[in-house]
């Protein structure tokens, strides 16, 4: 167990739902689920999901922390909003997904080969590189993320697509010797550190 996700267990021992409302973005929502499931059935990808999202609920206010935070549920939020816009107490589900998501990967639990959550963390890096996405690199990444042999194959299978970004304009190959950037690259990683300081203070309030 990793030493942030162990001092949250010690803290909220036997309390999640203290522990998400603490937290998670717009955690303090959760309680407020009556379970009509219209979240559910208003998801696109409401019959892919491992727990829907009036599942999850129910499961935070039941303490089951590992089941929860494990899950790969949050990571197939695509951020169309029909749950929040149905929700007949609107309560915003949205955010809470992408909270909880935020929350397992800080404590290290989201679930190691789950593709969004692996996806999110190449788009991360890509950008904050740069202030700018760089779109070969990025789809390169993409591509060969689960191994050499797996990454030319998907290559190969997209091919045309590329073919086709090339020609409208949409992809560069000179982009792999760096590619685009903002004017002031030296500002963004300051305003990243200074975010990244804000949210270890966080963390660490929350160790105390």
Same mark, same amino acid.
């Given at each position: 167990?990793?030493? %942030? ?21 717009? @955690?303090?929502?959760?309680? /407020?689920?009556?379970?009509? *499931? ?5 998801? %696109?990808? @409401? ?37 929040? &816009? ?9 955010? #809470? ?6 929350? &397992? ?5 989201? %679930?190691? !080969?789950? %593709? !969004? ?13 740069? *202030? ?6 990025? *789809?390169?990444?993409l591509y060969f993320m689960n191994g050499f042999a797996n990454g030319i194959k998907t290559a190969l299978k997209m091919q045309d697509v590329g073919l086709g970004m090339y020609k409208t304009g949409r992809l560069n190959p000179?982009? #792999?010797? @760096?590619?685009?950037?903002? $004017?002031?690259?030296? *500002?963004?990683? $300051? /305003?990243? $550190? ?7 203070? $966080?963390?660490?309030?929350?160790? @105390?």
């Amino acid at each position: 167990m990793s030493n %942030p996700n162990q001092a949250m267990v010690e803290k909220y021992r036997s309390n999640f739902l203290k522990e998400v409302e603490a937290n998670v973005e717009e @955690g303090h929502w959760v309680k /407020m689920c009556m379970q009509c *499931g219209v979240c559910s059935g208003s998801c %696109p990808l @409401g019959p892919h999901w491992e727990h829907p999202p009036q599942e999850i609920f129910m499961m935070i206010r039941a303490g089951k922390r590992e089941e929860v935070l494990g899950s790969s549920s949050m990571w197939m939020c695509t951020s169309c909003y029909n749950c929040i &816009a149905r929700c007949p107490r609107g309560l915003p589900i949205t955010h #809470i997904m992408h909270g909880l998501a935020t929350y &397992a990967k800080r404590l290290g639990l989201q %679930p190691k !080969t789950q %593709p !969004t959550a692996k996806f999110s963390q190449l788009f991360w890096n890509n950008l904050t590189k740069t *202030g700018r996405v760089n779109e070969l690199k990025l *789809g390169l990444s993409l591509y060969f993320m689960n191994g050499f042999a797996n990454g030319i194959k998907t290559a190969l299978k997209m091919q045309d697509v590329g073919l086709g970004m090339y020609k409208t304009g949409r992809l560069n190959p000179l982009e #792999i010797l @760096g590619g685009h950037s903002i $004017k002031d690259t030296g *500002g963004l990683q $300051k /305003m990243l $550190k200074k975010a990244f300081e804000i949210e270890e203070a $966080k963390i660490a309030e929350y160790k @105390g």
